[in-house]
């Protein structure tokens, strides 16, 4: 008496979508064991048949109507073995990972642009595995479960950009929690729907403002101010520190190589930074060396830039270009 050929899905891992089985040929006859929170997906030619529920299931003619009909059409009733994929999919809730990085305007006020870097973890499930598996074969080089899930998170992070750029940096900064609801529940939201998936939760864990960090590390007097005017979404102070470090900047002023940046994670973890900082004794930044010949050029050049994107008005700008010229000449 031959022995009964058993199709189950094994011990699946934490995070695995999905899982096919590893043969093609099926009998009739055959037990399929699909346990709690799966579901099973018969599939020939990248063509959806049959779809089986949670149970022990004996395959026959009558549980797998469609591609019995399939197989009548072709070659005959009855014909064993058959040729089918079985896809096992998972219905449970799995959770992603996410960072990227984008640019987004300053505020409202301004067309400044800056980078914005984030990351943070969102969940979801399958909750239509034949729309799923339909939006997802011909997007993935092998169907596996990490490719899967790494098409699931691209998709993810794609939509997130398109979302976040929606927002100014420092919306995003000082109102990142009602900004997290908007998208959980906007377009991310229907998106998934229409790929057989259910977007659960997000939870933005951290924003950043890479270039302010690098300020705020070269020159603290400018740097903490302008974070802390971010936090409190005084678009108007952070335009006036702003303002003030690119002028003292174009001048040979000051050290700093930049106007923005700082990685920020949440508001709340700002405080004890500060605090610290503040604790620790004052150092002298190192005066550079004197250079044997001013940079002219590339200082009127940044001027140049400040015009073009509105930091100063172009009485200032020849103004400092007028400083500039003066300067290069005394030191001749």
Do not use: C
């Amino acid at each position: 008496m031959s022995k009964t050929n058993v199709i189950e899905w094994v011990n699946p891992g934490p995070e695995d979508v999905l899982w096919v089985y590893p043969y093609e040929d099926i009998r009739w006859g055959s037990v399929l064991v699909v346990h709690e929170y799966e579901t099973v997906v018969f599939m020939r030619d990248g063509k959806i048949y049959d779809v089986l529920p949670p149970g022990r299931h004996v395959l026959t003619t009558q549980n797998l109507p469609l591609l019995t009909r399939a197989y009548r059409l072709v070659m005959g009733y009855g014909e064993t073995p058959f040729k089918a994929k079985v896809v096992f999919i998972s219905l449970k809730q799995f959770k992603g990972r996410f960072g990227l990085s984008t640019r987004v305007k300053l505020g409202p006020k301004t067309l400044y642009m800056t980078e914005l870097q984030s990351f943070g973890e969102f969940w979801y499930r399958v909750e239509d595995p034949v729309l799923f598996l339909t939006q997802v074969t011909g997007a993935v080089r092998e169907f596996s479960s990490p490719m899967v899930a790494e098409f699931i998170r691209n998709y993810f992070v794609e939509g997130l950009i398109q979302e976040m750029s929606k927002y100014t940096a420092i919306d995003i900064y000082s109102n990142l929690s009602e900004i997290t609801a908007r998208i959980k529940a906007g377009n991310i939201y229907d998106a998934f729907k229409q790929r057989g998936l259910e977007l659960i939760d997000l939870k933005i864990g951290g924003v950043g403002l890479p270039q302010l960090e690098k300020m705020e590390k070269e020159d603290p007097t400018y740097g903490l101010p302008l974070l802390l005017a971010i936090q409190k979404g005084d678009e108007d102070k952070v335009l006036e520190i702003v303002k003030t470090v690119e002028i003292m900047r174009a001048l040979g002023r000051a050290p700093a190589a930049g106007w923005m940046g700082a990685l920020v994670a949440m508001p709340s973890l700002l405080q004890p930074v500060v605090q610290q900082q503040a604790q620790q004794p004052q150092q002298q930044t190192p005066v550079p060396p004197p250079q044997r010949k001013s940079p002219v050029v590339e200082k009127l050049r940044e001027l140049k830039e400040m015009l073009d994107e509105g930091l100063i008005t172009q009485e200032e700008y020849e103004k400092m270009r007028k400083e500039l010229l003066e300067k290069y000449k005394q030191e001749m």
